[in-house]
């Protein structure tokens, strides 16, 4: 069953656009240029170990469709429409539906500037670590597409841009807040505790309808590439308040965030920094906890391995948070290793193995992935998502020591 809350986002947008389409007329009396691409995946994803909690499954699977829609007039503005629907047999709450992207954007020059403005529905992503994207906050994360946290819901926002010579600035005004999402009753990768994610808690009386602020300049010095943020709103990260049985209600509270991201290149090395400086929020044992946390890595590079077109790449990162076991996610104090041989094919064939160690506790996990197209229109994409070892004392890991998994994804691309 879809969202009611999502249903009611896309439909009126829908209604719009499909107007649009249809009518031949209106695309050719306006001069409107019109593409229509997108994605249809098939998905399996198999649970080789029993189930911790009564009625999950060793099984699901599911299809994604994610259409684009594209509209580009002669006067220069444009139109992008990324509507997402995911249908999941095991879990009700994974069968969902958003707007990743709904944005008009306009463009211009400014003596010898440029300018860009979007106002809608959009996805921004910052930084450059590969483990953990500790600066970027202004999208809120699809908890239930992926374990990685790396898909993002769609947000409403206005985003000016001014770039030069002399960098790159942006701003964020940001309307309404998105809610996380979370595993339901019967999904695997889910705590003992099940989240009440339709009743949610804000600290701010406007609720979800405060208004957010952000702000970044970014400039590349050389090899350098240096980014710095401040964010100052309702975060996207909850904390979660213990209301009867195993019942959790997410709790969003107020917070200013400073960010920097900084990348240098050197030949075939490259290193890279995240860092963030965040107040008013709450941590695991929800008291307040003003916190500064990082991420520190390296990349190297092997090109044209065994004299072919292949690239083997070596990736070390470090994760700390100074609250320590008081974090509200899995990287207080985490070593991150990771390989990618990348064949530079006629297929686009790449295959990535990464190792997460916990330096507190015993927690290892494995996660690969072999990505391979298999014609113009049609590729595969293999998933394997392994915790060697789950410690007991790790709260945020243990409660799915059993839910290890293997996936593998069809995608047609039209």
Not at 71 to 84: D, I, K, M, R
Not at 165 to 188: I, K, M, Q, Y
Not at 246 to 272: C, N, S
């Given at each position: 069953?879809?969202?009611?809350?999502?249903?009611?986002?896309?439909?009126?947008?829908?209604?719009?656009?499909?107007?649009?389409?249809?009518?031949?007329?209106?695309?050719?009396?306006?001069?409107?240029?019109?593409?229509?691409?997108?994605?249809?995946?098939?998905?399996?994803?198999?649970?080789?170990?029993?189930?911790?909690?009564?009625?999950?499954?060793?099984?699901?699977?599911?299809?994604?469709?994610?259409?684009?829609?594209?509209?580009?007039?002669?006067?220069?503005?444009?139109?992008?429409?990324?509507?997402?629907?995911?249908?999941?047999?095991?879990?009700?709450?994974?069968?969902?539906?958003?707007?990743?992207?709904?944005?008009?954007?306009?463009?211009?020059?400014?003596?010898?500037?440029?300018?860009?403005?979007?106002?809608?529905?959009?996805?921004?992503?910052?930084?450059?670590?590969?483990?953990?994207?500790?600066?970027?906050?202004?999208?809120?994360?699809d908890?239930?597409?992926?374990?990685?946290?790396?898909?993002?819901?769609?947000?409403?926002?206005?985003h000016?841009?001014?770039?030069?010579?002399?960098?790159?600035?942006e701003?964020?005004?940001?309307?309404?807040?998105?809610?996380?999402?979370?595993?339901?009753?019967?999904?695997?990768?889910?705590?003992?505790?099940?989240?009440?994610?339709?009743?949610?808690?804000?600290?701010?009386?406007?609720?979800?309808?405060h208004?957010?602020?952000?702000?970044?300049?970014?400039?590349?010095?050389?090899?350098?590439?240096?980014?710095?943020?401040?964010?100052?709103?309702t975060?996207?990260?909850?904390?979660?308040?213990?209301?009867?049985?195993?019942i959790?209600?997410?709790?969003?509270?107020?917070?200013?965030?400073?960010?920097?991201?900084?990348?240098?290149?050197?030949?075939?090395?490259?290193?890279?920094?995240?860092?963030?400086?965040?107040?008013?929020?709450?941590?695991?044992?929800?008291?307040?906890?003003?916190?500064?946390?990082?991420?520190?890595?390296?990349?190297?590079?092997?090109?044209?391995?065994?004299?072919?077109?292949?690239?083997?790449?070596?990736?070390?990162?470090?994760?700390?948070?100074?609250?320590?076991?008081?974090?509200?996610?899995?990287?207080?104090?985490?070593?991150?290793?990771?390989?990618?041989?990348?064949?530079?094919?006629?297929?686009?064939?790449?295959?990535?193995l990464?190792?997460m160690?916990?330096?507190?506790?015993?927690?290892?996990?494995?996660f690969?992935?072999?990505?391979?197209?298999?014609?113009?229109?049609?590729?595969?994409?293999?998933?394997?998502?392994?915790?060697?070892?789950?410690?007991?004392?790790?709260?945020q890991?243990?409660?799915?020591?059993?839910?290890?998994f293997?996936?593998?994804?069809?995608?047609?691309?039209?």
């Amino acid at each position: 069953m879809l969202h009611r809350n999502a249903l009611s986002r896309i439909a009126p947008i829908a209604v719009l656009i499909s107007g649009a389409i249809f009518d031949s007329n209106v695309c050719a009396e306006s001069d409107i240029f019109f593409d229509f691409s997108g994605k249809i995946s098939i998905e399996n994803r198999w649970f080789p170990q029993t189930n911790l909690y009564k009625h999950q499954s060793h099984h699901a699977s599911g299809f994604v469709f994610e259409p684009e829609f594209y509209f580009e007039n002669a006067e220069g503005w444009s139109f992008n429409l990324v509507p997402f629907l995911r249908y999941d047999s095991a879990d009700s709450r994974r069968t969902h539906a958003d707007i990743r992207e709904a944005y008009f954007l306009l463009f211009g020059e400014l003596g010898d500037d440029e300018w860009e403005l979007r106002i809608g529905v959009d996805r921004v992503f910052w930084g450059v670590i590969e483990s953990n994207h500790l600066v970027d906050i202004i999208n809120q994360v699809d908890a239930i597409e992926h374990i990685d946290l790396e898909v993002e819901l769609g947000q409403l926002m206005a985003h000016a841009t001014w770039s030069g010579e002399w960098g790159v600035a942006e701003l964020f005004v940001l309307p309404h807040h998105r809610e996380r999402t979370f595993p339901s009753r019967d999904g695997r990768l889910r705590s003992e505790f099940i989240v009440d994610e339709d009743h949610p808690t804000y600290e701010s009386s406007a609720e979800q309808w405060h208004v957010d602020f952000a702000l970044r300049y970014s400039h590349n010095f050389g090899p350098f590439d240096i980014g710095i943020s401040v964010f100052d709103g309702t975060s996207r990260e909850p904390a979660y308040i213990p209301r009867g049985d195993l019942i959790l209600v997410p709790h969003y509270e107020k917070i200013r965030q400073f960010g920097l991201d900084a990348q240098m290149t050197l030949d075939t090395w490259i290193f890279k920094l995240e860092a963030i400086r965040r107040s008013g929020a709450k941590n695991l044992s929800l008291e307040e906890d003003d916190y500064a946390a990082f991420v520190v890595g390296m990349e190297y590079t092997f090109y044209s391995v065994f004299d072919s077109s292949a690239d083997f790449s070596v990736v070390g990162e470090w994760n700390y948070d100074e609250r320590g076991e008081d974090a509200t996610n899995i990287f207080d104090d985490d070593l991150f290793f990771a390989i990618r041989y990348a064949l530079n094919d006629i297929q686009d064939t790449t295959f990535f193995l990464s190792l997460m160690q916990d330096r507190e506790h015993s927690t290892n996990i494995l996660f690969l992935e072999f990505d391979r197209r298999l014609s113009d229109q049609w590729s595969m994409n293999l998933e394997g998502f392994h915790l060697i070892n789950a410690d007991e004392k790790d709260v945020q890991i243990y409660p799915i020591r059993r839910d290890s998994f293997l996936e593998l994804r069809l995608n047609y691309n039209f």
